[in-house]
């Protein structure tokens, strides 16, 4: 053989050999990963050979398989919530997964970048979005009421939840309190009943400034950061929610029948030495209802419940599916969603259809972009609920005697029948029956992500948030003698995010930078129309349009703008994951403010020791985690009704601007007036908070604590003076003079237990308490407000009065109190404060507090094989309410002659019956007993089971032969009781202003029976 020819071969054997070896080194890995829990198999774990790109995922049931490079490899199995494991390499694997009971290392979403959870050194809380939520309020936020330390909502329960409230920490200002919402990187303000709680990946809360001085001016309330789902696993997936629920009035006010009314009022009209008299029930000793209310005998007497005529029982649907796949390049989620909510009134609904798309594409290793965009569509009916001229005030307010329609089937009319002041609730509702108010929401962003060098990623991110309305009221009459009229109102209002920042993380052995900078500008611009028009022949709602009208037409419009420019700058440090600082500062340039005070500096530093990962600690399984966390931090806010507070502005005026330029005696010349003053000395409300946190870890984390206390003070609080008359007209203006100090303390405790056969549990509970107080308001006055009130000195809201010592219960009591105007037996006794001998405006006082004493929220979880009970308890505790629908219930003088009353009149004194309450029935009010007082303000402190559900999920082979993934049905009751000594219907109210509680008989919240089915394919 040739020489040439013998190398040849000697090559190709050697390769062969080598090759023959190399493949004889390969391992081929099968193997299956199971839940621990449930022993069901994990669908999407990620099975890498460990110092490679090496790997797979799990298909549907579980499996796997992997070719790893060598038989002494190692594989490294992981998955979202659940422990990863490092394991030798072996043909055959079983891998069991144990559920990771409180995963330190959890990624949360902190401030235009992610951070780990065990990293964190401020106050941030995050949402277990697993725990049950309200399956029949589209408002997401409801489902958080209790489930963060230091968190309050509130909600009007109306359709919707369009007046639903959040407060983080308490009130720290007499503005605006609502928090800043960050979704998906793009900041809002707007209500977030347009979002699907199916499209949320995770809620975070940052409480405190060390978290929140990253968003500047705008957080000075705390921030929710909110991430929506991506797309995952390596195929296409199908996710499927579908619930019903069914509502019910949980409770209604015990009103009186005709009969007890016409008892009680001869029982007044005696009391007041009147003889008794009423059109519908004569002139008599005693009173006996008549035959026929009106004389043409059509209006029969009758005994109606006006509650249960304007209430119904109450459907809501839900539908929700999502789509979602990822591969190595990118990942894709659609969804979409339709919610139709029915009201507890008829004729009122909220209705919502919504989609989303988000989606992220990597080009090359060196650039990546992606897109969250949602669209959203909604219409609602309601009525106004929130005051005593409402339908559910009004419905308890209505005279039993009166039927809801004649003998001819028309809607009877109390005001000429009872000369009464309250329209005919169901006359009202069915005549707003085309009232509509539709709104369009459009929401995203779009990024660009460049990463130049090792460590460091470049972005760019455009926000976009475009919110429309259309309003339209019909006015049809009531009595024949009204004029009907159309309103119409159109506005828009769009903000434009451009954030870019530069993140760069360096890791040189156990130290680990990460700074962060960039800068943010905001636009937003609003615009509005408004028509008005009267007097139409016709009340069909296809007729009852603008130019149909014949009388007087009118029309209005406006529009504002404002802007933000911002740069900000963070740096976090971590040293062997044992010491841990950061620090942060932001500048905010403002539109709102003059241009000599429109920049504030916000700063912020905190740090956290894990002690935990010290040498010194003995490696234990009962203490597996301690950190001390210390914060502080400025943050700002300037969040008034007026974009322009610091110019002054001018309107041209017909009236008090016009002028007889010409000297004609008879003829004016319109002219131009101050609208309002503005002030340029104007700047921002600064808050400043420290903050000082404990977290520990027991047995390996399936017990965990957290504790903070923290310090919150606003100075530079924008309130509005009085001036003189003699400084003009519209002479007032927005000034920096207020300061209010918040301070108070959140704890947590989270129980995992293990699995004791087939069965586990947990828990978790908050409790929050926190006491707020006015320091200073102006140097003109010393309150602001009425029955409640901001005063010096005092807790926000505080309600102010006179205290009721009881009843007068004979003459010598009468005798030997203080000087009282219409004081006697049976009356309210008002206490002397000053001792002076006279009851009169000295004598009030502060008389209750809104602001509760502390708050809990409970949540237990119960599994045992397939099935799940969860229930979730909340509560207030210590605050109290103005329930001002008792000078209706319990007093015959107020709100008309004709206005049902409570049962609480059937207690009232006697002479024979003191021991009550309830003062003596009169129809007059000699000794001023709608006055504010004692006697309406109520402890308010309760205790609500929230949610309790019971779900089943299906096993997985049964499931295959449908080609699904995951099937599990629930069933689920919401409001299921309360215990409480408040007499009112329900102690969880709307917030009103300063933070009150006043109980104006709103819209009921609903006791709420669900059923709901997903399926995963």
């Not at 023959?20 to 669908?43: C, M, R, Y």
């Not at 579980?62 to 998955?79: D, M």
């Not at 949320?200 to 001016?217: C, N, P, R, T």
């Not at 102010?800 to 219960?809: A, K, P, S």
Request: charged content about 20%; glycine content about 10%.
């Amino acid at each position: 053989m040739p020489r040439n020819n013998l190398l040849r071969f000697s090559t190709f054997i050697a390769l062969l050999l080598v090759s023959i070896t190399s493949f004889a080194q390969q391992l081929l890995v099968k193997g299956s990963v199971l839940s621990k829990t449930d022993n069901e198999p994990i669908i999407g774990a990620t099975v890498m050979e460990k110092g490679t790109n090496n790997g797979t995922i799990t298909d549907i049931d579980g499996n796997f398989t992997l070719k790893v490079s060598n038989p002494k490899a190692q594989v490294e199995v992981s998955y979202v919530g659940f422990i990863s494991q490092l394991l030798n390499a072996a043909t055959t694997m079983r891998i069991i997964m144990e559920e990771d009971t409180r995963n330190l290392e959890e990624i949360v979403v902190v401030g235009y970048q992610t951070q780990r959870k065990v990293d964190l050194t401020g106050a941030v809380s995050v949402v277990d979005m697993k725990q049950p939520i309200s399956e029949s309020n589209p408002n997401v936020l409801n489902s958080l009421q209790g489930k963060v330390a230091g968190v309050q909502i509130s909600t009007d329960a109306a359709p919707g939840g369009g007046g639903t409230k959040i407060r983080v920490r308490g009130m720290s200002t007499v503005n605006g309190n609502d928090p800043l919402y960050i979704i998906d990187g793009v900041p809002t303000t707007e209500n977030l009943n347009s979002l699907s709680s199916n499209d949320i990946e995770s809620i975070q809360v940052l409480k405190d400034a060390s978290s929140a001085s990253i968003y500047g001016s705008r957080a000075a309330n705390g921030v929710v950061v909110i991430t929506t789902k991506k797309g995952s696993g390596n195929r296409i997936s199908v996710n499927v929610d579908i619930s019903g629920s069914f509502q019910t009035v949980a409770k209604q006010f015990e009103m009186l029948n005709a009969q007890q009314w016409g008892e009680a009022y001869w029982t007044a009209n005696k009391n007041a030495g009147l003889k008794p008299s009423h059109p519908f029930y004569g002139d008599g000793d005693t009173p006996v209802l008549i035959e026929y209310l009106d004389d043409a005998r059509k209006v029969k007497a009758s005994d109606t419940d006006w509650q249960d005529a304007i209430y119904r029982s109450a459907w809501t649907q839900n539908y929700a599916a999502n789509v979602m796949n990822s591969g190595e390049r990118g990942t894709i989620m659609f969804s979409a969603n339709y919610t139709n909510q029915d009201g507890l009134m008829d004729y009122t609904y909220f209705q919502r259809f919504s989609a989303r798309v988000n989606s992220t594409y990597k080009i090359s290793k060196y650039l990546s972009v992606g897109e969250n965009l949602m669209v959203a569509k909604w219409n609602d009916l309601g009525y106004t609920t929130q005051n005593d001229r409402g339908i559910p005030y009004g419905a308890m307010r209505q005279h039993p005697a009166i039927p809801v329609k004649d003998s001819d089937g028309k809607f009877t009319n109390p005001l000429s029948l009872a000369n009464s002041d309250i329209a005919n609730p169901v006359h009202e509702l069915y005549n707003g029956r085309d009232n509509s108010n539709e709104s369009w929401r459009i929401f995203g962003n779009a990024y660009l992500e460049i990463f130049p060098v090792k460590g460091l990623s470049l972005k760019s991110n455009i926000g976009i948030e475009h919110v429309q309305f259309l309003n339209q009221a019909l006015n049809r009459k009531v009595q024949e003698s009204d004029k009907n009229s159309v309103s119409r109102a159109y506005g828009q209002g769009d903000t434009w995010t451009w954030t870019n920042t530069a993140n760069y993380n360096l890791k040189l052995n156990n130290h680990n930078l990460t700074i962060l900078a960039g800068t943010e500008a905001i636009s937003y611009k609003y615009q509005g129309l408004s028509a008005y028009r009267d007097t139409y022949k016709f009340e069909d709602d296809h007729y009852m349009v603008i130019d149909a009208g014949e009388g007087t037409q009118t029309n209005g419009g406006g529009k504002s703008a404002w802007a933000l420019f911002s740069l900000f700058a963070k740096a976090d440090y971590n040293w062997n994951d044992r010491y841990l600082l950061s620090a942060t500062i932001r500048r905010d340039a403002t539109s709102r403010l003059y241009k000599d005070n429109n920049s504030g500096v916000f700063p912020a530093f905190s740090a956290a020791w894990r002690i935990s990962e010290e040498e010194f600690m003995p490696e234990s399984d009962i203490l597996t985690n301690a950190k001390i966390r210390f914060g502080w931090g400025q943050t700002g806010n300037s969040a008034i009704d007026n974009n322009y507070a610091s110019y002054s502005t001018y309107r041209y005026d017909v009236g008090n601007g016009a002028y007889d330029l010409n000297g004609s005696g008879n003829k004016t010349l319109a002219g131009i007036i101050v609208a309002t003053s503005g002030n340029r000395n104007l700047k921002w409300e600064t808050t400043t908070q420290t903050n000082i946190g404990l977290d520990f870890g027991f047995f390996n984390n399936s017990l965990n604590m957290s504790f903070d206390y923290y310090l919150k003070n606003t100075k530079d609080v924008l309130t509005i003076p009085p001036t003189l008359s003699v400084a003009g007209e519209n002479a007032s203006m927005w000034t920096n003079t207020g300061s209010v100090k918040n301070r108070g303390f959140e704890w947590m405790i989270d129980y995992r237990s293990a699995k004791y056969g087939d069965f586990s549990w947990g828990g978790t509970l908050n409790l929050s308490r926190y006491k707020n107080k006015v320091e200073k308001l102006n140097n003109l006055v010393k309150f602001i407000g009425g029955d409640y009130r901001l005063m010096e000195g005092q807790p926000m809201g505080v309600y102010y009065g006179y205290v009721v010592d009881g009843i007068f219960q004979n003459d010598d009591e009468v005798r030997n109190h203080a000087d009282q105007q219409g004081k006697g037996v049976g009356r309210l006794k008002y206490r002397d404060m000053d001792g002076n001998g006279v009851v009169d405006d000295k004598d009030q006082c502060v008389i209750g507090d809104p602001n509760p004493d502390f708050s809990l929220g409970l949540s237990l979880d119960f599994s045992y094989k397939r099935f799940t009970l969860s229930a979730f308890f909340t509560g207030d505790f210590g605050f109290d309410i103005y329930n001002t629908t008792k000078r209706q219930l319990d007093f015959m003088t107020y709100g008309g002659t004709s206005t049902n009353r409570g049962v609480s009149v059937l207690d009232a004194w006697t002479p024979t019956h003191t021991n009550t309450s309830v003062p003596a029935l009169t129809v007059t009010d000699n000794n001023n007993e709608g006055r504010m007082s004692t006697y309406y303000v109520e402890d308010g402190s309760y205790l609500k089971l929230k949610y309790v559900k019971l779900k089943y999920d299906f096993p997985s082979e049964w499931l295959k032969k449908f080609g699904a993934s995951g099937l599990s049905i629930f069933g689920q009751v919401e409001n299921l009781f309360t215990i409480t000594n408040y007499s009112g219907l329900d102690p969880e109210l709307p917030l009103g202003d300063y933070g009150a509680r006043v109980d104006t008989a709103p819209y009921p919240i609903a006791r709420t029976f669900s059923m709901g089915v997903n399926l995963k394919f």
